[in-house]
């Protein structure tokens, strides 16, 4: 049995931009990109779970394992459970498919955070930010947390919210939310299983179903990777990321 399987989810029909996972970034699909990844990291299988038989054909020419899940999954987080359910291992890992520049530390980090701490159920990553534009950007998702880095709460507003700005909370760190995730396997089990929930429904955040329904996130602090691929723009701004960077 492997500790730990690193589930990769590769949804060809995203609505902003459909095929993205098989868009060429730096002449690599970019599922590549995120499979080369987790292979880094040596902590055991990397399953890409998928909808569409052509990513399945994709991943077989770099040599991938890709498993083919229901079209009727409602998430990422339903498809990684389909795909891994059959699986021995203690920790699933859930790496968004659409992030080519992961670091193969941050999915480390997450495994050691699970492995470590029996309290968490759940863990996941955040980047230290001051930036005001970030903050008050809806897709930039802020999280609260308490002293040992368990989330209160997710937000797409700004929070907490500065009541009277001061001298000593003007340079205030939020955090800001990285979608990469770490399960146990039970925790992972009982998450699928719940309804949506109401602040899942209001905030469209489906991480808030998590706390809602008494499960415990952690989070590990990460340095700010490169740009998630979510729609056209997102590729040209990783290409020319991937040349400042990588060449």
């Known amino acids: 049995m492997s500790e730990v399987v690193i589930a990769i ?3 060809y029909g995203s609505t902003r931009f459909p095929g993205k996972v098989a868009a060429l970034l730096a002449g690599k699909p970019v599922i590549q990109h995120v499979y080369e990844a987790c292979k880094k990291t040596n902590l055991g299988p990397v399953v890409i779970a998928t909808e569409d038989q052509r990513v399945v054909d994709i991943c077989a020419k770099f040599g991938a394992q890709a498993v083919l899940t229901s079209a009727a999954c409602q998430s990422g987080t339903d498809r990684i459970f389909e795909a891994t359910r059959e699986l021995k291992a ?3 890992i859930n790496v968004q498919g659409d992030e080519p520049f992961i670091h193969p530390k941050t999915v480390i980090s997450i495994a050691r955070l699970l492995q470590k701490d029996p309290t968490c159920d759940i863990a996941t990553a955040v980047t230290a930010t001051t930036d005001d ?27 907490p919210f500065n009541r009277e700005p001061s001298a000593e909370n003007k340079d205030f760190v939020y955090w800001h939310h990285c979608g990469i995730y770490g399960y146990r396997k039970s925790a992972l089990k009982k998450f699928v299983s719940l309804a949506q929930s109401p602040l899942e429904k209001m905030e469209k955040l489906e991480q808030l179903r998590a706390l809602e329904n008494g499960l415990t996130i952690k989070c590990v602090q990460i340095e700010p990777a490169g740009p998630a691929i979510d729609t056209p723009d997102d590729l040209t701004r990783a290409e020319a990321y991937y040349k400042e960077h990588f060449n």
């Open 133 to 159: 534009a970030k903050i008050d950007n809806p897709n930039c998702v802020k999280a609260v947390l308490g002293k040992d880095k368990r989330a209160l709460y997710f937000s797409r507003s700004r929070v």
């Open 9 to 11: 989810p590769a949804r």
């Open 90 to 92: 203690n920790y699933i």
